[in-house]
């Protein structure tokens, strides 16, 4: 691998080196030409068996760029064992607050006036605190409150500079390791980058307010906060200030009051939506971004968005009413398709395997129903055989197994796999008008006219050649004359197999037929055709034997 030199870069070269050696992946270290950072007392330091449950400490302590990646990977069972991944699941992305004095000063770089000016009043305590922004309440002078998201200072290059040490790491890992290969780390690691830098990037956030908040507003549960455009920049976000409890915070008797069947519905529909409609979901909504306001469901901190193609919606549909309806063959077909087989990958093996999940995910809804987790270990079992399936789906897998904590915190019996059912048929009508729609015609009659407009041309260029008699038809086929000589020589030794066959058959009939001529004893006609037959088998045996070592020959002097 090519090493920066930058001191930045070997420092993450050398955190990442550390980190998977005490947690034992040293053959990654070694191939990746990392063992020189390691510090001599590192191998005495690590002797001792890895402890899952320090993981999501030690990452915590590399910075936002990893904890953001911890958050990734704890959703990749393919990548990642069970324990390591319960780990990560508990990673915190919550950091000290920065004093007011310096969001004062980017707020005023940021926006370029004074703060009197922007804003009536400011609360100088943060409502949230995360390893990337700072949430302040603030109210403008026309008398609306807001939530002010400010970036941390210094953020930007950090991240920056992790992203391009990881990207060193993960192209020489995709590149000459088979686990690298196998789960393609450097096309995940980009579609992380991407997400990441977006996620920096507040004006990017404000515009997913905006579309997720039309896309979703056919659905009276739900809430999308709106940005307020003049007050937001790249590093400041202003958005509608929503007033209301963390679902993870509501007690007990707060949740009595709720329709929690009909809310955890509503919620599921507005994903299904999203994911198998719209083309672009929030791919973040763990409970902590889930807010109650007065009997609906508000979601915030929509930085992390994901996008699905029109084809990658219509197979996702079919694998989510199969696993839904218990129906493996259906759901295994519409991943083989939309997925990519390597070279050795083992579709029966893969079969089988979403055979097993799909049944784990039956026996397990009465108690627990878990759409998202039977989404990742699909990701799994793909893995495991040669199977690669679009990064999209990892972001999927995610996001469903955030909606199934968040359904069963509101309704603790609520079933996902009904709720796709009932959804399904509206979902189905939307994607065929989508198909149908005036626009798709246009586009249709746009491409006929190209066809009419070009025929003309074409038939003539094709007439002209034909009487020129320099029309070629390229085929590849096989050797007609090699076939048929191949096929010729199987009908002569099963001819001669049922000629050799008759003589033992005449002969055993006619040893009871009483004659002179006998030969050892017996009828001496009746011998004779013996002997025939067993010399024909001798000389048959002797001729397949024969041109199998020739055919041999030839093989061997071709290659």
């Known amino acids: 691998m090519s090493l920066s030199l930058r001191p930045e870069h070997l420092k993450r070269y050398k955190d ?10 040293r053959d990654l270290v070694k191939r990746a030409g990392l063992t020189e950072l390691l510090p001599d007392d590192s191998s005495e330091a690590n002797r001792a068996a890895p402890c899952a449950e320090n993981l999501a400490d030690d990452v915590e302590r590399l910075g936002p760029t990893w904890i953001k990646l911890g958050q990734l990977l704890s959703t990749r069972p393919d990548i990642v064992p069970p324990a390591y991944a319960d780990s990560l699941k508990r990673l915190q992305d919550e950091c000290e607050p920065i004093a007011f004095a310096e969001v004062e000063k980017i707020l005023r770089d940021e926006l370029g006036v004074r703060l009197s000016r922007a804003f009536a009043a400011i609360d100088e305590r943060p409502l949230a605190a995360a390893s990337i922004a700072q949430v302040h309440q603030a109210r403008l002078h026309d008398g609306r409150d807001v939530a002010l998201k400010v970036q941390r200072p210094g953020i930007r290059p950090q991240v ?35 997400s990441l830098l977006r996620e920096l990037d507040f004006r990017q956030e404000a515009m997913h307010l905006v579309t997720l908040g039309g896309n979703l507003k056919e659905i009276p549960e ?13 590093r400041v976000l202003t958005m509608q200030f929503i007033p209301g409890t963390k679902i993870t915070e509501m007690s007990p008797l707060a949740r009595l009051e709720l329709d929690g069947e009909r809310l955890a519905d509503a919620l599921f529909r507005a994903y299904l939506k999203q994911m198998l409609r719209d083309g672009m979901f929030h791919a973040d ?83 627990r129903p878990q759409v998202g987790r039977a989404m990742l270990m699909l990701l799994k ?82 007439l002209d050649r034909v009487a020129d008699n320099d029309i070629q038809v390229r085929v590849d086929a096989f050797d007609e004359a090699r076939l048929m000589e191949g096929l010729q020589k199987v009908a002569n030794r099963i001819s001669m197999g049922l000629i050799l066959a008759a003589l033992i058959v005449g002969a055993a009939l006619m040893m009871d037929v009483p004659t002179q001529f006998e030969l050892f004893g017996y009828p001496g006609l009746a011998i004779l055709l013996f002997l025939a037959a067993a010399a024909g088998g001798i000389a048959l045996v002797l001729v397949i034997l024969v041109n199998d070592i020739k055919a041999k020959g030839k093989v061997k002097t071709r290659s």
């Open 16 to 25: 990442f080196a550390l980190l998977a050696l005490k947690y034992g992946r």
């Open 160 to 194: 920056l500079t992790d992203l391009e040490a990881m990207d060193d790491v993960a192209r020489f890992l995709e590149g000459h390791t088979e686990f690298g290969g196998r789960f393609s780390l450097y096309q995940m690691f980009d579609e992380f980058r991407k």
């Open 222 to 234: 739900i809430i999308i906060p709106q940005p307020v455009m003049d007050y937001s920049t790249s």
């Open 285 to 367: 909504p763990h409970p902590g971004n889930v807010f109650i306001v007065g009997g609906r469901i508000a979601l915030i901190d929509l930085g992390m968005v994901a996008r699905v193609t029109p084809a990658l919606q219509d197979r996702l549909l079919q694998v989510l009413l199969a696993v839904a309806d218990n129906r493996p063959d259906d759901a295994a077909k519409a991943l083989i398709l939309v997925g990519e087989c390597r070279n050795g990958a083992n579709q029966i093996g893969f079969e089988r395997g979403v055979a097993d999940i799909i049944a784990q995910n039956q026996e397990i809804r009465v108690q």
């Open 381 to 462: 079992v793909a893995g495991e055989n040669g199977i690669r399936l679009p990064p999209e789906f990892a972001m999927i897998g995610k996001t469903l197994l955030n909606l199934d904590e968040i359904g069963r915190t509101l309704a603790p019996h609520f079933d996902p796999n009904a709720a796709i059912r009932r959804h399904a048929g509206e979902i189905t009508q939307q994607q065929m008008s989508r198909d149908f729609s005036l626009g798709t015609l246009f586009s249709v009659v746009v491409d006929l006219k190209d066809f009419v407009q070009q025929l003309p041309g074409r038939v003539n260029r094709i």
